[in-house]
């Protein structure tokens, strides 16, 4: 069974700091996803990443997938208190599996 | 453009009751459509997924069970709930196997 690890579990930030945040497996996955979810609402997809070593940017936000597929990163630059959320990794392999989550908390 | 609907928002039942939740897609036909159950704040359990009318498949074995009448409709039941059933249910819908899932906002289930 193929499983994601996702780290730090809990992060507590400042507004304007920068993070990342990371998604790791020992398992090769054909593309994977990033999901922020906010509290009582459902995950919403932020972006799709199916290339090794591909590079994707939403606005603040900078997605990598590790040139051997097992592996992502999510990078937020001057982090706002709207970034506020739980960030889901999922990838596609074998199965479709969701990481357990980063909860990242920005404080005005 | 396509929307998910679910319902209910909120739910208490007690041991023993029945559950029904139910699930719609709009704007899309043949819809991937999955049951996911999230612990408190944490990743997400594929439960069932269906890629047709009657077809269903189970991920994990429970007293939980889903049907999928009409094509863009998906329903969660159970005969007899019981505590560790308490949980926060997400219907998600997707045009192919495994690409990129829309959620529906969720239903938080507490069994009493």
């Known amino acids: 069974t193929q499983l994601l690890e996702q780290s730090p579990q809990f992060l507590s930030i400042q507004e304007g700091e920068n993070l990342t945040v990371y998604c790791n497996s020992s398992s090769v996955f054909s593309s994977l996803q990033w999901y922020r979810q906010e509290p009582g609402e459902g995950p919403v997809l932020l972006v799709t990443v199916v290339t090794g070593g591909e590079v994707k940017k939403l606005k603040r936000l900078t997605f990598q997938f590790g040139d051997a597929r097992k592996d992502s990163s999510l990078h937020i630059t001057a982090a706002q208190p709207g970034d506020t959320g739980l960030y889901l990794c999922?990838?596609?392999?074998?199965?479709?599996?969701f990481g357990p989550g980063t909860r990242l908390s920005v404080l005005p | 453009s396509q929307t998910i609907h679910q319902w209910p928002a909120t739910l208490v039942q007690p041991v023993g009751s029945p559950l029904s939740l139910e699930c719609t897609v709009e704007g899309t036909s043949n819809p991937n459509l999955y049951w996911y159950r999230q612990a408190a704040g944490r990743g997400l359990q594929l439960l069932f997924y269906?890629?047709?009318?009657?077809?269903i498949s189970s991920e994990v074995p429970q007293n939980l069970s889903a049907s999928r009448p009409q094509d863009r409709q998906f329903i969660l039941s159970s005969k007899k709930l019981l505590l560790s059933d308490s949980g926060f249910y997400l219907c998600?819908?997707?045009?192919?196997?495994?690409?990129?899932?829309?959620f529906g906002s969720g239903t938080r289930l507490t069994v009493v």
């Open positions: 999922a990838g596609h392999g074998q199965n479709f599996v």
């Open positions: 269906s890629v047709g009318i009657g077809q």
């Open positions: 998600a819908w997707s045009p192919l196997r495994d690409s990129g899932y829309t």
